[in-house]
Nanobody
Framework: QVQLVESGGGLVQAGESLRLSCAAS????????MGWFRQAPGKEREFVAS????????YYSDSLKGRFTLSRDNSNNIVYLQMNGLKPEDTAVYFC???????????????????WGQGTQVTVSS
């Protein structure tokens, strides 16, 4: 059973940065690809970024590429989402997620993830 706990959200002004963390625990957790999603009020959950289990390959939503950077520290089982140049439209609850098994290629569809954290709120004021 993989457990995921996000942290690092908060209230910032437009143009500022935040770094979200996702602490993972469970058997073989360092061998899981990880993804980040976000959900704004009244909208569907959308893909933000994903990273494979080695950390060597990461994938981003086209609209966020260049502002967000994903990395992972497998010695501590933490995945980081660095968000720069935040905009009011980035306001959402951010979730980290893991697929149902280790070693899978990280995907961008909600349905391909099985384990979810509780989410962390990011609010960007204009």
């Amino acid at each position: 059973q993989v457990q995921l706990v996000e942290s690092g959200g908060g209230l910032v002004q437009a143009g500022e940065s935040l770094r979200l963390s996702c602490a993972a625990s469970g058997p073989n957790v360092r061998n899981y690809g990880m993804g980040w999603f976000r959900q704004a009020p009244g909208k569907e959950r959308e893909f933000v970024a994903s990273i494979n289990w080695t950390g060597r390959n990461s994938y981003y939503s086209d609209s966020l590429k260049g502002r967000f950077t994903l990395s992972r520290d497998n010695s501590n089982n933490i995945v980081y989402l660095q968000m720069n140049g935040l905009k009011p439209e980035d306001t959402a609850v951010y979730f980290c997620a893991a697929p149902p098994a280790p070693g899978l290629v990280p995907a961008h569809l909600v349905g391909e993830y099985y384990y979810w954290g509780q989410g962390t709120q990011v609010t960007v004021s204009s």
